[in-house]
């Protein structure tokens, strides 16, 4: 099946950033009504030399199933070093494209709901 | 002679419908039910035949419209063992029958320092109406718990009864566990300890699967929805014992539900049309009473019977997979037919996904009953239901869907 493909199943079964971290800048939490499913972000911020900021580290927490998990596992690996400017304009194009497969409307809110919880944490 | 569900099928066109040339295995009739052509022919007569408004018209086409509807009253009452449509009351749906009691008869009868009493095993319509009328009145709301088994806690039930308990709010049959609660024991416990206190069933899940009896149960209201019995989606039921329904206030108020309206005051209606305001979903009654007709056809016995043994055969054989894990009775003599489950290593969305690609319909999520999967300790889970058309057939390919769950996620 097209949807579980191997890098899915991969950062599903082994999800990259997962746990918690102390004392991080920001965190925020969400949650998918329809499915139950959980997603807690933290963020850890570091201003460069022009006075960008970006984002040093992250890590996720949560349950959900294989598409939220595995979404979450590839955004915070995609957003590490990323200027917030640039997070904050992330939109739902950019994460199908980091998953690679076609969503239904009700997988897509599974996909975007990690991209929905940083930048909640963001906007802090 | 046991129904056949393969002959069964035939009666309802969706079963001709392809999805991607596969035929469809629909699980879900605790979510809501499948029609027969029965009735959507009602629907349609309707429509086609006598398409008017009810109570207004002296004229052949009304006065048609009127009696069928009426007709379907009565046929309701007889079906749930009530004396006469005096009782029943025509709402939406289960959901609305509850609210209906909740403003009604809660507002008036429930206050500060008054309890009432949940299990921890409803469905969201039986305890959120609740939660809100304890915030609004002052009083409090208190879970009779469940058993490692899925079964409700009898003891923790009675403990809860109280001389302020002024009502009792339970499901007939968990929509989750499928546990079928003893109501008729239940009630004679509730009234032992307070013998004022109301009872309110919530019967959404058991009038489509089993015989009932409102007069036997002893309860004294019972709400549940046409959509899940067979029936067109817009028309559920409230029953309630005549003086009850004779005292509350209405629930909205318009045409319908009035005597005489003078510009400061109105006179309303006895029950049942006193809480029937405006025109109503005359279609969806219409085509309640034709489901009601072919379940009594098939015999409400025959129809408990075929789920019993369904569901029997789906716990042998969804038992026998190896991550899974079921929730509530592990005996179908104690259940209704639906079966809540989870696989280790595969959450309920991921195993949705894959059963939908073989047009395989089940549920997953918490199925409108958090606090009970709060209590299971888990977030949300899978759930299969069976209903008069389901075949082993059906549960075999529910199993070899599962199973290539299990392969798709290499567990």
Known sequence: MDLYRDNILDHYKNPRNFGNMDKPDSLAEESNPLCGDKICIQIKLQTTNYKLQTIQDIKFSGVGCAISIASASLLTEKVKNMDLAKVQRLKTKDIVDMLGITLTPTRLKCALLSLEVLQKALNK | ?411
Not at chain 2, 11 to 20: G, M, S, V, W
Not at chain 2, 37 to 64: H, K, M, W
Not at chain 2, 188 to 193: L, P, S
């Open chain 2, 1 to 411: 002679m046991v129904n056949n569900p393969a002959d069964i099928k035939k009666d309802f066109p969706i079963f001709k419908r392809q999805i991607n040339g596969k035929p469809i295995i629909y699980l879900d009739s605790t979510a809501s039910s499948l029609k027969p052509q029965q009735v959507l022919d009602a629907i349609s007569d309707y429509y086609t035949q006598y398409p008017v408004n009810i109570f207004r018209g002296l004229y052949t086409l009304s006065e048609e419209a009127t009696a069928k509807y009426e007709e379907v009253r009565e046929k309701v009452a007889r079906f749930i063992g009530a004396d006469n449509g005096n009782t029943v009351v025509f709402v939406r749906n289960a959901t609305e029958a509850i609210n209906l009691v909740v403003y009604s008869w809660g507002r008036v009868n429930i206050g500060e320092g008054d309890e009432i009493v949940s299990t921890v095993m409803e469905h969201h319509a039986n305890v959120v109406p609740w939660q809100s009328l304890a915030l609004e009145s002052g009083a409090t709301l208190k879970y009779a718990d469940i058993d490692e088994d899925g079964f409700l806690d009898l003891q923790s039930l009675e403990s809860l009864i109280t001389s302020n308990t002024k009502l009792v709010a339970l499901a007939h049959v968990s929509n989750v566990l499928g546990t079928i609660n003893p109501i008729k024991d239940i009630i004679r416990i509730i009234k032992k300890r307070n013998p004022s206190t109301k009872i309110l069933i919530d019967a959404a899940q058991s009038v489509p699967h089993m015989k009932v009896n409102v007069k036997d149960l002893g309860c004294d209201f019972f709400a549940f929805s046409g959509h899940k019995m067979l029936g067109p989606t817009g028309v559920g039921v409230l029953w309630a014992k005549y003086d009850l329904l004779d005292a509350m206030v209405p629930f909205q108020m318009g045409g319908d539900m009035i005597k005489e309206v003078y510009l400061d005051h109105t006179e309303y209606q006895k029950p049942p049309h006193k809480f029937e305001a405006g025109t109503p979903d005359i279609s969806a009654v219409l085509g309640l009473g034709a489901a009601i007709d072919y379940l009594s056809s098939l015999g409400m016995d025959k129809v408990r019977h075929h789920e019993k043994e369904i569901t029997k055969y789906a716990l042998d054989k969804l038992g026998k997979i190896k991550n899974i894990l079921i929730y509530g009775p592990k005996d179908a003599s104690d259940k209704g037919g639906v079966i809540a489950f989870t696989m280790k290593g595969l959450h309920p969305h991921d195993i949705a996904e894959i059963l939908n690609e073989d047009n395989i319909c089940i549920r997953s999520g918490h199925h409108c009953a958090m606090p009970l999967h709060t209590r299971l300790g888990i977030g949300s889970s899978s759930r299969a239901s069976f209903y008069v058309y389901n075949t082993e057939e059906d549960v075999d390919k529910l199993v070899k869907g599962l199973e290539k769950a299990n392969k798709i996620f290499k567990i």
